[in-house]
């Protein structure tokens, strides 16, 4: 470096001036640009347009009504951030790292529906530069651009949840954390590569129980690697392999610490572990198969050429020119990525969110094998072949693109909702909230009857009770009898001056064989206590008749769907 700084002219021109220090300030600058191949900087430009599109896209959904998950994991977010007692105080079928990813989100960008959609907006775009980043590093840029393109349009797929701010996003943006890692120690072969990864995929188990697979998933990708290396140490698999695993336990003793430290050690393992074992256990297999078909059908519609680029990927790891090791790493982020969606047979949307990271992998993959195999069958070097097969997949993208450009850009999100949720009263829960806020005051309290806790949210109130999730108390477990009695107690001493009473199956829930005494009770103290002021008819046609105060004199509800809002005398 001091040869070249002599050698410059600048430095001969005066003894005084500071031109040798400039010089070897642009030196490095210089050096950084000409690291970058002409594909990573083309990919890059591509990449820079791509996130540009997906926040103007994503804007477009800022103001999207909250459907019930969403709504209570910000709610816990926001309780969290209150100092109160995970599992005590609240609880949910969860481990306590999804508590603090909301609690996170809300400290940040706030407690508003405008604020969630904002935060969870960055998540989405971390998690695409995640993917990019990590299938460069794998395979190559062109390849990154593949993944990151299928990953942006798939995780916006309405049926599959893609414009909320549900907890899979969360998981999601974690795996792919976790696969840069791994794409970093693949190369490098550092124990640290594998260390960061486990925390990464560890923080994924612990927002969402399902992430387990893909913890799994990571630790047999580990050891097929060592298997397939041509320097199979066993020190070198304890190393890596103990390092992956000190990473991921190193989050799971962390998050068990402090909930310990809070002394709600054993509610915690009550409400993650004995209830979702009679959680998963009650759809049948059969049934199962027949949600998963209808469901995934849904997502399949209009993102074909994304999910069929993914399942090329399965056949071509067959070709010579693929690595065994890069094939067990493919097999293996598929089938475990899929399995997320499997544990109680519910298949519900947004649980294919988890299996997005994987999915996108995968297309970048095919991508790479169809690239590498041409130009190893044919002998062609040129960029041009990826550039030509890069601009055909982007061709496509934009196609897409213009086929949902009503959904991206004009969407009406009422009629998404709808569309996505059927007869779930989740737009009625925020034109509800809507109007209370504007009557409400700082003092007033509000019980939501009925599993809509968003509009605790949305007020920025309280629950009465700690069952702030209305179906616990009447899900089919021992405990529920207990419970009822327990809301019963809060609310009558709280005097909540607003009831938001929902007379809608998919809201309240109810299991067959439970109590009634919640329900008895409801009947006595709305005639005792409250006036009805307000009527929520949810009519055929996914339209809904608001009627408020005199405007329900002599009305009676047409749908057996239906909302009513009281007020305290």
């Known amino acids: 470096m001091k040869k070249e700084k002599n050698k410059s002219p600048k430095a001969n021109l005066d003894e005084k001036a500071p031109a040798p220090v400039a010089s070897s300030e642009m030196k490095p600058q210089a050096g950084l640009l000409q690291k970058f191949s002409l594909e990573d900087k083309v990919n890059f430009i591509l990449l820079f347009f791509l996130l540009m599109a997906v926040i103007s896209i994503r804007l477009n959904f800022l103001s999207i009504p909250f459907e019930r998950d969403e709504g209570i994991y910000s709610y816990y977010g926001k309780l969290l951030n209150e100092g109160k007692i995970p599992y005590k105080d609240f609880y949910e079928q969860k481990f306590p790292g999804l508590f603090y990813l909301y609690a996170v989100v809300v400290s940040i960008f706030g407690d508003t529906l405008e604020g969630m959609h904002k935060g969870f907006l960055y998540i989405n775009i971390a998690t695409i530069l995640f993917v990019f980043f990590g299938v460069r590093k794998l395979f190559s840029a062109s390849a990154g651009t593949v993944s990151a393109i299928a990953f942006s349009f798939l995780s916006l797929t309405p049926v599959l949840s893609g414009f909320t701010v549900q907890a899979e996003h969360g998981v999601a943006m974690f795996v792919s954390l976790g696969i840069l890692f791994y794409a970093y120690a693949r190369k490098s072969g550092l124990w640290y590569h594998y260390f960061f990864m486990g925390l990464a995929m560890g923080m994924a188990f612990m927002v969402k129980t399902s992430g387990v697979f893909l913890v799994a998933a990571g630790g047999l990708i580990v050891i097929t690697d060592f298997i397939f290396s041509k320097d199979r140490k066993i020190k070198t698999l304890l190393v890596n ?310 405007q329900i004199q002599n009305y009676k509800p047409v749908s057996q769907n239906v909302v009513y809002i009281l007020e305290r005398h």
Request: contains cysteine; charged residues 15%; neutral net charge.
């Open 241 to 550: 392999a103990g390092s992956y695993g000190g990473g991921g336990l190193l989050v799971v003793a962390t998050f068990f610490m402090i909930i310990l430290a809070k002394g709600s050690f054993k509610e915690m393992i009550f409400w993650t572990y004995y209830i979702p074992k009679r959680y998963v256990s009650k759809v049948p297999f059969h049934d199962g198969i027949q949600y998963f078909k209808m469901v995934f059908g849904a997502i399949y519609e209009h993102h074909e050429f994304f999910w069929i680029g993914a399942f090329l990927a399965l056949g071509l790891i067959l070709l010579p020119t693929v690595k065994w090791a890069t094939k067990a790493f493919v097999v293996l982020l598929f089938v475990f990525s899929m399995l997320t969606v499997v544990p109680g047979f519910y298949f519900y949307g947004h649980y294919f969110i988890q299996t997005l990271p994987g999915i996108a992998i995968l297309s970048g993959f095919t991508f790479f094998a169809i690239t590498d195999f041409i130009s190893s069958k044919f002998q062609v070097r040129s960029p041009m072949l990826k550039f030509g097969l890069l601009g055909v997949f982007v061709m496509f993208g934009c196609t897409h693109v213009e086929g949902m450009k009503d959904y991206y850009f004009s969407p009406d999100v009422e009629q998404i909702v709808r569309g996505v949720y059927g007869t779930n009263p989740f737009p009625e829960a925020y034109e509800v909230s809507n109007y209370l806020s504007t009557h409400i005051k700082p003092e007033d309290q509000v019980l939501v009857f009925g599993s809509e806790p968003e509009i605790y949210f949305y007020l920025h109130k309280k629950s009465p009770s700690r069952h702030a999730y209305f179906s616990a108390i009447v899900d089919n477990v021992p405990e529920h009898k207990q419970w009822q009695r327990e809301f019963v107690s809060d609310v009558e001493k709280v005097k909540p001056k607003y009831l938001v009473v929902f007379h809608n199956a998919i809201s309240i829930l109810a299991q067959p064989n439970t109590d009634q005494y919640v329900f008895q009770w409801l009947d006595k103290y709305i005639a005792q206590s409250y006036t009805l002021i307000g009527i929520v008819d949810q009519l055929d046609g996914g339209t809904s008749k608001y009627l408020w105060r005199e």
